[in-house]
């Protein structure tokens, strides 16, 4: 028999018990209570029971973030089935895809999406239900108005797979991973202190759902019984009059949308009033952004460093440190690991730790760690060591303090003359001059060196690049094995739905050209 542990749906059943009136979730106009939520999810548990989904059945769901989406991950945590929440953003390739790879046998799609979903049909042979979610037709309602709630939940174990997100992909097809009870119920216990969620909490989730920055942070704060305020889509003057009216108190944001919510500094500083954390993470955020968010709002920062790997945040750093004048290097640092989270600097070539200050690729290791990917057990292996280790991919430095900087990826690093180089650290300088809207930094084969750095830049609308400028402008601030030997100029590069540049694909039209 499955050992006992605790269930992410537990969170559901504890608050819809002990305050089962008090709102658990609004979205658009629905306000749901912690009882009612309870029931809605115990009967989307009955949908799926009797779409014939069982413990370890994948079922998908294809839409913006919706409360039915929420549900049915806690109705997968409540059967022990597996719901696989699929980027909407994906070409048809990709989406075909990943549909096929997770053995989805029924897809709850949103109406917008459903004529999309119509033209794949026929290349998906695994899925024999579809079930529409909204619209005017909205099958999901009906159907769990009629189901019979689900009254006792599986005996799940604590390895069990009950959500399965998908990499971005910025080589080859995204790969499935597994998040287990055991990792979001700790991703959840680690990440509620750090960020200050309690009960009292209005927590406002905008990003989506198929990234572990919208179903954690969510599940994070249903944890702790906080009121979630599930957002569709963003629109920043939408975003900041709810986040007004809602007496929001916390909101986790990727640089871009805090960009655009504070572009009218006034506007935001009052609409923002009540927000006691502001987390933000998925990129970087630029200088310029941090100064004027420091500038403009009072609120405190939190950064956020994570993957899907790991459940989502294990990394972070404090308003303290980002106010910190005397140690303003401070706000270009991922922060210091979680209670619960070690993290080693190894070098990715002998697997020994680094000095401080050296560069090497983090190693992670938690309870929040990821089951592996679903059906690929070499890249689980070259992934997840065999003592448990996560190999992040990231490659960074550690210093003297403890806190981590993320410089670059290491399948990104070029290898000069037996130097070993980081396309982020060029990428940085090469942003730093003028007429330069966007770069990507890639090795290209070189007779001598083995590779040379390339500095492929998108130019400013109208301006013209002067090559040979930008690479004498390189090497008064780099050392000359790691600036570029060649520059093209580009119109725009290559990035996946997510955002992330496809070196790979970058690699291969500059080859063809």
């Not at 899925?127 to 909205?138: A, N, P, Q, Y």
């Not at 992040?392 to 037996?418: F, H």
Request: aromatic share 6%; hydrophobic share 40%.
């Amino acid at each position: 028999m499955a050992a006992e542990c605790p269930r992410v749906h537990d969170f559901v059943e504890r608050w819809a018990t002990e305050k089962p009136e008090v709102e658990a979730v609004s979205f658009g106009e629905r306000r749901v209570s912690w009882a009612e939520l309870d029931d809605r999810v115990r009967r989307a548990a009955g949908v799926l029971r009797s779409s014939g989904i069982g413990p370890g059945d994948r079922f998908a769901v294809v839409d913006k973030n919706h409360l039915a989406c929420l549900e049915l991950t806690l109705a997968a945590s409540f059967t022990g089935a597996v719901n696989v929440v699929v980027n909407f953003r994906l070409a048809s390739e990709e989406l075909v895809h990943v549909l096929n790879d997770s053995t989805a046998e029924v897809v709850v799609v949103g109406a917008e999406f459903a004529g999309f979903l119509d033209e794949i049909r026929g290349r998906l042979p695994r899925v024999r239900e579809v079930i529409l979610l909204g619209g005017d037709e909205d099958e999901y309602e009906a159907r769990l108005a009629a189901a019979e709630p689900v009254a006792q939940p599986h005996r799940s174990a604590p390895e069990d797979c009950f959500l399965q997100l998908y990499t971005s992909g910025t080589t080859g097809w995204p790969k499935g991973t597994m998040l287990t009870q055991r990792s979001m119920t700790a991703h959840a216990n680690a990440l509620t202190p750090a960020y200050e969620l309690e009960e009292s909490s209005t927590n406002i989730v905008a990003m989506p759902l198929f990234h572990v920055g919208g179903t954690s942070w969510a599940l994070g704060g249903m944890s702790v019984g906080a009121r979630t305020i599930l957002v569709r889509e963003v629109a920043p003057a939408a975003l900041r009059d709810l986040i007004e009216a809602s007496r929001a108190t916390h909101a986790f944001f990727v640089p871009a949308v805090i960009h655009a919510l504070i572009d009218d500094g006034a506007r935001a500083r009052t609409a923002m009033a009540h927000l006691r954390v502001l987390g933000y993470g998925g990129s970087p955020m630029p200088a310029p952004l941090m100064e004027r968010v420091l500038s403009v709002l009072p609120t405190p920062l939190h950064s956020v460093y994570g993957m899907t790997e790991m459940s989502g945040v294990f990394c972070a750093l404090g308003p303290q440190e980002h106010r910190d004048e005397q140690r303003t290097h401070l706000r270009a640092s991922a922060g210091r690991p979680l209670p619960g989270t070690e993290v080693r600097v190894v070098d990715p070539a002998t697997g020994d730790d680094v000095e401080p200050g050296e560069l090497g690729e983090f190693w992670v290791r938690s309870e929040q760690r990821m089951a592996g990917y679903w059906n690929m057990p070499d890249a689980t292996a070259e992934t997840i060591t065999p003592d448990g280790w996560l190999r992040t991919g990231d490659a960074g430095r550690r210093d003297g303090e403890g806190y981590l900087y993320i410089e670059d990826r290491v399948k990104d690093m070029i290898i000069t003359g037996g130097e070993n180089v980081y396309p982020a650290e060029v990428e940085r300088v090469v942003l730093e001059f003028p007429g330069v809207a966007d770069v990507a930094v890639i090795g290209v084969a070189h007779d001598k060196w083995g590779e040379t750095v390339k500095a492929v830049v998108v130019p400013d609308e109208g301006e013209s690049l002067d090559e040979q400028a930008l690479i004498d402008f390189t090497r008064s601030r780099l050392a000359h094995y790691k600036c570029p030997t060649s520059v093209s100029a580009v119109s725009a590069l290559p990035r996946n739905p997510t955002g992330k540049i496809l070196k790979r694909v970058l690699r291969s039209q500059l080859s063809d050209s």
